[in-house]
């Protein structure tokens, strides 16, 4: 005769393995399909490829914004030509002549040239951010900016 705890010892054994079997083989990642030369059916994935957009080479460059509007590069040029940097009168145009006085101006502070303008150029040239729209303008915690200083001092009001 057959003893009732030895066959239920050996159930509990057999199921315990494979159930471990059976979570050991979903860690284990399967081998890579190989890739076969042959053409595939009319009916490939590659009809639903080419109806999807692609996106285009180089689109991350074109997000956000192009250029500077007309109104913005009048005031940037009438604060260059009020600091000694530009002559003549505005123009709106962000022209050679401009982004010239723009990196000389960004030269003689000792900030870097690639980029014209540069925030801290504008900053000191008078042409900050507006807030203006604030709704708390008197208790917003911002620094203190002097016009023509280009640096803060730190502290808030």
Same mark, same amino acid.
């Given at each position: 005769?057959?003893?009732?705890?030895?066959?239920?010892?050996?159930?509990?054994?057999?199921?315990? #393995?494979?159930?471990?079997?059976?979570?050991? =083989? %979903? /860690?284990?990642?399967?081998? *890579? $399909? @190989?890739?076969? #030369?042959?053409?595939?059916?009319?009916?490939? =994935? %590659? /009809?639903?490829?080419?109806? *999807? $957009? @692609?996106?285009?080479?180089?689109?991350?460059?074109?997000?956000?914004?192009?250029?500077?509007?007309?109104?913005?590069?009048?005031?940037?040029?009438?604060?260059?030509?009020?600091?000694?940097?530009?002559?003549?009168?505005?123009?709106?145009?962000?022209?050679?002549?401009?982004?010239?006085?723009?990196?000389?101006?960004?030269?003689?502070?000792?900030?870097?040239?690639?980029?014209?303008?540069?925030?801290?150029?504008?900053?000191?040239?008078?042409?900050?951010?507006?807030?203006?729209?604030?709704?708390?303008?008197?208790?917003?915690?911002?620094?203190?900016?002097?016009?023509?200083?280009?640096?803060?001092?730190?502290?808030?009001?």
């Amino acid at each position: 005769m057959r003893n009732p705890v030895l066959s239920s010892i050996c159930f509990v054994c057999i199921l315990a #393995s494979a159930l471990s079997a059976a979570a050991w =083989s %979903k /860690s284990v990642p399967e081998p *890579a $399909k @190989k890739v076969s #030369s042959k053409k595939q059916s009319s009916h490939s =994935s %590659k /009809s639903k490829r080419s109806s *999807a $957009k @692609k996106p285009r080479k180089g689109a991350w460059k074109r997000h956000g914004q192009q250029q500077i509007a007309g109104d913005r590069t009048r005031e940037i040029q009438a604060a260059l030509i009020k600091a000694n940097y530009l002559d003549g009168s505005p123009s709106g145009s962000m022209d050679a002549r401009t982004k010239a006085a723009l990196t000389r101006y960004q030269q003689d502070n000792g900030w870097q040239t690639k980029v014209v303008p540069d925030s801290r150029a504008l900053i000191k040239l008078g042409l900050g951010p507006d807030h203006s729209n604030l709704l708390n303008p008197t208790t917003a915690a911002l620094p203190n900016i002097k016009p023509g200083d280009g640096s803060s001092s730190g502290s808030q009001e």
